[in-house]
């Protein structure tokens, strides 16, 4: 693949999940990709099947592998579908490098993908589900007393106005970077809340334990790992974030593949906050510290009050089971929360293909130095 290619962002990015996932398995098989798919027991909101679609390019003896992972918060999918069909389309396949495969994981979170939310089916947020559950679970006492604010029973105005005076006071009272430390690096006694991790792992989790098996992933020399997320950040920058702790070999890889773009959460160099449950860390047990070099690609989109504000609105039409997808009040939430994880303008969409490009490259020429 040539990363000046023409970008054609129409070609690759699609509306929901459903046309997501057929064009993603359609290229890629086109493309000599081994494909294979993991179902999710439930079903979508049009009673679609749900499943993660992983597909295989090149020797299945490689010593080095690229992995590139979509969906992981659900609705980020059409950003990390659209790069993973931008690659494959433009060659990436046939331009492997020798010893290289390459796997990718589309929609890790299809639930959250088809049903427009960052959550599994578990309302559990994967990138807080990371822990080792049997060494027990952080405490966050900031989440506990906000709790009903940070999702309020209900939409109307009276009760969203009390709420946020009682979020607007605790910040106050504290300082910003407490309240979103509260708000955002995950919480383990609200189901229904923002940001749950979850008591056991989820069924993604759980998929993506297995894929790493499947795969035999800790056999290989190398493996690299591009997970896209979108939410963070200016507007169409693609931050490449490094989970890996200081001192550890996958910092100083990431250090020399990606250069001074690279953000670091546990040196306060990014735009995300530490987080404990990282994804990352359910790949690097399963693939191993010293050959797993992991990034989260994360790419701007609007203001994080915009976020804040629809993510919540989200929770609150979940709080109580079941939707009516059908319902225009709830469409409308559904497509505010889409909007923000996916802007769906031409120019941000041809940042996010451009630097998925460069990144990638990256990738793959720094398992080739090793």
Not at 212 to 229: E, G, K, N, P
């Amino acid at each position: 693949m040539i990363l000046g290619c023409q970008i054609d962002a129409d070609a690759c990015f699609t509306e929901d999940y459903g046309s997501a996932r057929d064009l993603f398995r359609r290229l890629a098989t086109e493309a000599g990709g081994r494909l294979r798919a993991y179902n999710n027991p439930h079903r979508g909101p049009l009673n679609e099947t749900l499943t993660v679609d992983v597909a295989w390019f090149g020797a299945e003896d490689a010593a080095r592998v690229l992995v590139l992972v979509s969906a992981t918060h659900g609705v980020e999918g059409f950003c990390g579908s659209g790069a993973q069909i931008d690659w494959i389309r433009n060659g990436g396949p046939a331009a492997l490098p020798p010893g290289t495969a390459a796997l990718l994981v589309h929609a890790l979170n299809p639930h959250g993908f088809a049903w427009l939310r960052r959550t599994t089916e578990e309302g559990v947020d994967l990138n807080r589900n990371g822990l080792l559950f049997e060494n027990g679970v952080p405490e966050n006492p900031g989440y506990a007393e906000l709790a009903d604010a940070f999702v309020p029973k209900d939409l109307d105005g009276e009760t969203l106005a009390a709420a946020d005076m009682v979020l607007e006071t605790w910040r106050t009272e504290h300082d910003a970077y407490a309240y979103q430390f509260a708000r955002s690096t995950g919480q383990y006694t609200d189901p229904s809340g923002i940001f749950y991790g979850g008591t056991e792992p989820a069924w993604a989790t759980r998929v993506l334990v297995a894929i790493c098996d499947d795969f035999r992933l800790s056999a290989r020399r190398a493996v690299a790992v591009i997970d896209y997320h979108t939410g963070l950040g200016a507007h169409g920058h693609g931050e490449p974030i490094c989970g890996h702790r200081p001192g550890e070999s996958g910092q100083t890889r990431c250090r020399s593949w990606y250069g001074e773009s690279l953000g670091e959460p546990l040196l306060g160099t990014s735009s995300s906050l530490p987080i404990l449950g990282l994804t990352q860390y359910v790949w690097a047990r399963h693939v191993g510290d010293d050959i797993l070099t992991f990034i989260a690609l994360e790419y701007g989109t609007y203001e994080a009050e915009r976020g804040a504000r629809a993510l919540r609105l989200d929770h609150v039409v979940h709080r109580a089971g079941a939707v009516d997808w059908n319902d225009p009040a709830v469409q409308k939430v559904k497509q505010d929360l889409k909007k923000f994880y996916h802007p769906g303008t031409k120019s941000w969409e041809e940042l996010v293909l451009f630097r998925s490009r460069q990144v990638i490259a990256q990738a793959l020429n720094g398992m080739a130095a090793q």
